[in-house]
Each structure stands twice: as C-alpha cells, then as structure tokens.
C-alpha cells in the first residue's frame, strides 16, 4: 500500500505490540500512525480480549466484531502467538531482536515468569526499549491490585472534584483513564527510543494509568501543597459564566470569561444592556447573586438554538462551548474541514465506518491510517516469511 | 557513550505558552534535560501566576504574588523566566536570536497573533532551518473555527465529554479541572516527540500543529462508533457501567467517604457475595450471571451499598482486592500526598524552592525510566528571574544594553500590570464545601 503516503516520523522502526485491552494496544497504534511497522501478538482463538469490546458488529464472524478493537489496531498486523509455550521461544526472541520497541501491559510479574522479563528482552536486544503499561506501574505496594476506569478515577483524586457539592463525586464519562495512558506510554516510548538511539541503551519504561490520572490534578494538589486546602466538588449553585451547561430552546451551551472579548460583548450577542451593568459584569458582583445572572442568561437562550448561539458568540471572540453528542461531532463542519476522520472498511463485512484518526498535524511527517485493523492471526505467513528473510 | 543519558540534554526549548497545557509540556520536557526559557510578556502575566486560579502560599499574596502561585511551581518547574514583550519590535527581535540558539518553540496564542508579530513558523524556519515548532489551539491552525477563542472549561463540551458524563437521568456534566488541557498535553508531546525523532534522523524541523478540539473527539471513540453502528447513543449513568453490575460508587462509613467498586465477571461476583457473607446470592436467578444483574441493577446496589455502608473505604479497598475485585476509596489531594503507593513511587518530588516557599511536593511523571534519571531540575522561576543571565550569557548583551531594554520596558523584572490579587476566600468555601478542609499544619501532616 506504501507509495501512497509520505514517511512518517517513525518510518523504518518496529514495535512489537504485546498489549492488549485499550491503553497499550492505543499507544502502539499512535506509533504506527507515525509510520512504524506494528506487529501485534495475540494469544491464539480468543485474541485481544478488547476484540469483545463494544459497540459489536453483529453480523460479524467472531473475533471480529468489536469496532473499537478496529480503532485501537489499525497500521497493525496480526500474529497469534501463545507466549507461555517454551516451543515459541525462539520465534519471540527472533522477534524482540527484530524490533526497536515493545509494548506490554501484563500483570507485573507476568512476562517475566514466561521467561521473558525485561533483562532477557535486553539480552536478546540490548537497544530495546520496553514500554509497560499497567493500572498502578511495576512497583509499590498496589502493584498487583486489580483496576477500572472507574476505579481508577476515585484513587487519582479526580472523582474527588467532579460532580456536586450535596452529591456523590462523579467520574468522567466513557474510558477516559486507558485513552491518557495510551498517550503517555506512546510518548514516552518515542522519548525513550529516541534516548537509546543516542547512547545505545535500552530502557525499561513503566507507564501507571493511576499516575496519569494523578497527573492531571495540578491544581489540586497545589491547592494542598501551598495552602493546606482540600478541595470538594462543585456548589450546586455556581456562576454560570464558569462552565456550567446551560439549556437552550436545542442543546446546552457553555459560558466562561476571558476570551478575547470584554464581557460587556454578551450584552451585544443577546442585545441585552444588563450585561453592560457592573452587577454582572464584574466576577465579584456576580458571585453575590449568581441566582439572578443564571436567570438572566437561561432567559437570554430559551429561544435559541445552542450551536447557532456558539457560532455567533464565538466570532465575536466569547468563549463559549456547545454540548455536542456523537451525531453532532460526526457532522461537525470543523472537523470535516480538517479531515478528522477516516473512512475504513470493517475487516470481514463491507461496512464502512468513519474513526477519528488524526490527533495533531505534523507538517513535515504527517499521521497516517495505512491499514485497516488485523483479522485475528491474518498476516502469521507474512510475518513469519519476512523474519526469516531478514538477516 | 559510556552511560544512558536523558535524550533533552543539551537542547534548548523556547516556551511562549500560558495556563496549563502547554507550559506542562514544557515543564516535562526539562524533566529530560531540555533547557526551557519561559518568554513570559511583562503587561500580561500567565494566569497561573495570577489570582484567576490562585493558591498563594498560605493564602497570602504578599508584596511579589505572582511569585508566590503554588499551580505556577508545579506546571513550570524546572524552567528559567525571561520578561519580555513580544509584542515590541526590540522584543521580537531579540526572540529571532534566540530562536537561532534554540531547538524547540512552544505556543498556545490564536493563531493569528504570531502572524501578526511575523513569529509564525514560516518565518522562524527562515531563521533555523532544524526548528521544531509546536502550537497547541482549541480548533487547530486551518478550518472554519480555527479563530474561535477557547479554554478548557468550554472546549470538553463542545468536544462531547461533557454530553456523555452526568448523573444517571440529570443533565450533561462539566467534568472539570480543566481535562482538555491534560490530554492535549499527553498528545502535544507525542506530536513533539515524533518530530524529535524525525529530527535526530534527517536534521530536518517541522510544526506541529495540535488543535485540542479534535483530538478530544479522538478520546471518545466509542459513541462515534455506536452511532454510526446502529444509531444510538451511550446514555448518562453517573458512576455505572452499561455491562458490569455492580460498578459503581458506594457510601462508606465516615464523612464523604466512598468507595469504587467494579465487578468484571460472575466469579468476582461469587467472591463478592462470600465477602457479604451472602453467598447464596451467587447463585440467585436474579444476580447469577451478568445479564441477570444487568436486569436488576437496582436491587445488586442496593445490596451492596448496605453493605459498604458500615465499613471503612481502607478495609473495604484491603478485603475487596484481596479477593482479587477491582476497588478503590475516592481519595482527596491530602489523602493522595500521604498515599503509600504514590510514595513508595516517589511520584510527588520534594523540590526545594527559594524561600518563603521552602521545600515542597511537586508531581513528578506518569511514567518511571529504569535507567535513565529524569527528575525535576529545579524549582520554577520567579517572575523575570533570568533576564540578565539569558541576555547576558546567550546573546552576549552588555550591561548597557540590558538596562536600556529595561528602560524601554521591553524586558521587565517586574510585571508592569499585575491585575487583580487578594486572598482566595476560604472560609465561605467551606462553607459552600467547595473546599471540604483547610488543614494549616499542612506543611508537617
């Protein structure tokens, strides 16, 4: 298929996919997107266990069902490989010393105990990087507890801060936890690659999908760490200029000060003086009857639709946001214009399926999609065929 | 080489960005060696510095508060600070020859505002042919909302995760935080890491060009894929999950205590069930299999909630990973300081700051190297602090020339329109309970 798409960043380089579920195989992917050669292992017949992960094409042969397996694996090619057999040894270590990353997200431990720990992966190749992803990284004492999305964003502290004051906390919707992992393990496995290259040594690098999350908590762990201040979740009456989604006549919308626009622009998108007035223009006053601007502004779009209230406030430089839901994003003019998504057929039924694929445009290097997603063990005589080509 | 070394050592990275997500890209570069010179404008201080999200040591702004942001010393460190307006033609000018000693440019301005200094891309390649440039927008560099202004607070909705996070039958839900910000961070640096790779092969530089709208969409795939699938959408179920049952949150004993629990498969949910001392639930009709549970989901959190509702989050976190359930308490910024496991890692680092600051915790990375020693170099800078040493010793300025840029107030040690500052009110926030405690031993606890 080559010729069609120009090198990418990580063009000539190989990884050894070992993962499976979203994070790691979502990391392995995004280096593929930048051209490396991605040969996934799976274990024989049941394959990837993210190959039962919805939404499921029913029509389709298992394991080839799950849609989002076919996001996650697509610039991949797929060998079922049974790695705790002494019998495929030889053909692992052919592999490992073939590739330039390796991407795991076994249980700790796990690899090790088949014989294929990190010094034996760095024996067979010294420059290796190996990049493990797991819920809680390879040390420490929940090492080896189990984990979930959901889990996870309770013991990060992120659930702590999300939802209302009078309420549970509240996690953040879909699969965030394993999507951020995927982005840290690629970045770091390109880091670390880049590193071994330079002064040939290899690295071990041990991503933590919990850490990721705690990561992202600057603000509150500041508040801690300066001032002693535990912070909650967020009061059930609130400015709604702070981001609160507001309903509109279609939709919701989202408001915030301090775009390029002074706030007295709002009294223009409504053609409402108040907004010219100091009670609720300056984030004091506001706060002292935020009951009154909430009204004020519900009142303002009832009779609007919230996209075309966005649109307009937002080219007069107003920052605002529109809630937008799947159909939305999928007919979004934006995205089209800047050619988001990618049209790939579903590996063994005719449908077409549009996946968002680019994450960032490098002008030089660009991302690409340049093959769909492996049938389970698809390409075993491809692979096997090149290894022993290779000297 | 005789031993591994960190990949940034010797690079040079020019950091222009404000708030969150550019400037943490930056301040984990230099985690990796990388010199990072944060150009900060001396009539416009980065809202980090500033009131807007505070917290001042010790809630006192003092006679320097911009100085003083505890969210400034955790995205910056590492970092050194030169003061200077780009906005000024000397200040421009002065930029391009750091740009022809420099490796890396970072920017987070609409993309209209270095085109208009003629600081964009196109024209600092001019100048270093190698340069790799990234510039992280809400919308991207080209398409119709590519002017639009944008924050996190505003772009997680029209990104769609707020459509999809709420409570069970409430409206859609800010998640907060600012996430937008954090993903486009891990994405920025991929981009950026691809192209250093690119350009440690070929000598060759390029732009990254990173519009956070878009790549948020590309966090969710799995309605995208549903609706196109059979036209339906994931609907809002607060903390549940559309298989497993139960996964959710439950009360526990104590004040605001919870806790996380999810069960994957029916064994979990007989080992459950043992733990309850109910086992005879295991094999009810109604709670046996998954499906069954999916059918009775109210009656499977009921059970389990009375349950969790007289023990402790530690014991329930202990006895339910023993028996191999995926658990967890809601844990707070003090609990997750204190957390034996983020210190067994040493994810928070003691970095020593210049007083009155002291030595404080400042997160490290998501991700440990086994033989490479990425750490935080050094505190984040004061306002300013570098100017002299930067003009000085990069661009061999003499003491006449630095104090004439002074002067004429392109370069400042002091921000020349600070803003608004004061104390952040904490007593009626907890009142409100958006702070839930305010310990003032926080320094020794």
């Known amino acids: 298929m080559g010729n069609i798409y120009p090198d990418g960043a990580l063009t000539g380089l190989r990884v050894l996919d070992l993962s499976h579920g979203i994070a790691g195989p979502f990391a392995a992917r995004l280096l593929g997107d930048h051209g490396a050669e991605v040969i996934k292992i799976e274990r024989p017949f049941m394959g990837d266990f993210a190959r039962t992960l919805a939404p499921l094409k029913q029509d389709a042969p298992f394991p080839e069902q799950s849609l989002l397996f076919q996001y996650l694996n697509w610039n991949k090619r797929s060998l079922a490989l049974d790695l705790r057999l002494a019998e495929n040894k030889a053909l692992i270590q052919t592999l490992v010393e073939q590739s330039d990353i390796v991407i795991e997200s076994f249980r700790p431990g796990r690899l090790e105990s088949w014989g294929l720990g990190v010094e034996q992966l760095l024996d067979w190749q010294p420059k290796l990087v190996i990049t493990s992803v797991t819920n809680f990284g390879q040390t420490g004492p929940y090492a080896q507890y189990a984990a979930s999305d959901l889990t996870l964003q309770a013991l990060s502290g992120i659930m702590q801060i999300s939802g209302q004051v009078d309420r549970e906390p509240l996690k953040h919707g879909l699969s965030q936890s394993f999507y951020c992992a995927g982005l840290t393990a690629a970045y770091a496995s390109i880091m670390a690659y880049t590193a071994a290259q330079a002064d040939q040594f290899g690295e071990h690098v041990d991503v933590s999908i919990h850490e990721c999350l705690a990561s992202e908590l600057v603000l509150n762990e500041s508040y801690y760490a300066f001032l002693g201040a535990v912070q909650g979740r967020r009061a059930v009456v609130q400015d709604p200029f702070a981001g609160e989604p507001i309903a509109t006549r279609k939709g919701y919308l989202a408001f915030q000060t301090g775009g390029g626009a002074p706030f007295e622009t709002f009294a223009e998108l409504f053609d409402r003086p108040e907004f010219l007035e100091k009670r609720f223009s300056s984030p004091p006053e506001r706060e002292k009857r935020v009951a009154e601007v909430k009204a004020l502004l519900e009142e303002c779009v009832a009779d609007r639709d919230a996209k075309e209230v966005f649109l307009a406030g937002a080219q007069k430089r107003l920052l605002l946001g529109v809630v937008q839901s799947a159909e939305d994003l999928l007919n979004c003019e934006h995205l089209k214009e800047r050619q988001s998504f990618t049209e790939l057929d579903h590996p063994s039924t005719q449908t077409q399926i549009r996946f968002p694929s680019e994450l960032a445009k490098l002008s030089l290097t660009p991302t690409s999609v340049r093959r769909r997603s492996p049938k389970l063990d698809e390409h075993r005589d491809e692979i096997l065929a090149q290894l022993r080509s290779r000297p | ?445």
């Open chain 2, 1 to 445: 080489m005789t031993q591994a070394t960190l990949p940034l050592n010797g690079m040079r990275v020019l950091d222009l960005s404000y708030v969150f997500a550019v400037p943490y890209m930056a301040g984990l570069l230099s985690d990796l060696g990388a010199e990072v010179i944060k150009i900060e404008a001396p009539h416009k201080l980065d809202q980090t510095r500033g009131r807007a999200f505070g917290p001042y040591l010790d809630n006192d702004p003092a006679q320097d508060p911009w100085n003083r942001s505890g969210i400034f010393y955790v995205v910056n460190r590492g970092k050194r600070s030169l003061a200077m307006d780009l906005g000024h033609a000397q200040g421009q000018e002065i930029f391009r020859e750091l740009v022809a000693k420099s490796d890396i440019v970072l920017d987070n301005f609409t993309p209209r505002v270095l085109r208009k200094w003629g600081l964009n891309y196109d024209e600092l390649k001019k100048i270093k042919p190698s340069l790799i440039m990234l510039s992280n927008t809400g919308y991207g560099s080209t398409g119709p909302w590519s002017s639009f202004p944008s924050q996190g607070t505003t772009l997680e909705a029209t990104m769609g995760i707020t459509f999809y996070t709420g409570y069970r039958g409430d409206k859609p839900w800010k998640v907060g935080q600012s996430y937008p910000d954090f993903i486009a961070c891990w994405a920025g640096l991929n981009g950026l890491w691809a192209a250093i790779a690119h350009l440690r092969k070929t000598g060759q530089g390029q732009w990254v060009d990173v519009g956070m709208y878009q790549l948020g969409v590309a966090l969710m795939p799995e309605p995208l894929l549903q609706k196109q699938l059979d036209g339906t959408e994931p609907i809002r179920m607060g903390n549940e999950h559309a298989e497993y049952v139960p996964s959710n949150l439950y009360q526990a004993q104590g004040e605001d205590q919870w806790l996380a629990l999810t069960v994957q498969t029916d064994a979990q949910w007989a080992s459950l069930t043992q733990l309850m001392r109910q086992p005879q639930l295991a094999t009810d009709t109604r709670f046996e299999t998954a499906a069954a549970r999916r059918l009775n989901r109210d009656a499977v959190n009921a059970l389990v909630a009375a349950w969790c509702a007289s023990r402790t989050p530690k014991d329930l976190f202990e006895q339910l990973q023993a028996h191999g359930i995926a658990a967890a308490p809601v844990l707070n910024s003090r609990d997750l300081l204190r957390d034996p496991h983020l210190k067994h890692r040493q994810f928070y680092e003691t970095v020593s700051h210049p007083e009155p600051i002291g030595e404080r915790p400042i997160i490290g990375r998501p991700y440990k190297l086994r033989f490479r020693d990425a750490h935080i170099k050094k505190p984040g800078p004061r306002f300013g602090e570098d100017n002299d040493s930067i003009l000085r010793d990069i661009l061999g300025k003499t003491p006449e020339e630095i104090t004439a840029l002074k002067a004429s107030n392109v370069v400042s040690d002091l921000p020349t329109n600070p803003g608004l500052s004061g104390t952040m009110d904490t007593e009626s926030m907890l009142r409100l309970k958006t702070l839930v405690a305010v310990d003032r031993d926080y320094r020794t606890k």
